[in-house]
């Protein structure tokens, strides 16, 4: 879907993605490192948020999840690596 996401930058290296589009309003972090980028939270899974955090960095991705909800883990099936701790997979 055509601009599903919305990027808001707060620096040079870290953006909001925001999905608007849901009355879930939901939002994701992309912090990019040196040698890898952060993305926190994957947002809804309606979209693939993968594609869009491409256009945003080059660098691997790492995704974590502030807590297992579905708002928050939708698009984790982008991602190889993806981390949660490990209380929140009970």
């Given at each position: ?35 890898s980028s ?53």
């Open positions: 879907m055509k601009d599903w996401f919305s990027i808001d930058r707060i620096d040079t290296d870290t953006c909001i993605i925001s999905e608007y589009r849901h009355w879930e309003e939901t939002h994701c972090y992309l912090i990019n490192g040196t040698a952060l993305l926190i939270d994957t947002g809804l899974g309606i979209c693939n948020i993968h594609a869009e955090v491409m256009k945003l960095t080059n660098k691997p991705i790492i995704a974590v999840a502030t807590h297992i909800h579905w708002d928050h883990i939708g698009g984790h099936r982008y991602f190889p690596d993806f981390y949660a701790h490990k209380d929140e997979l009970h």
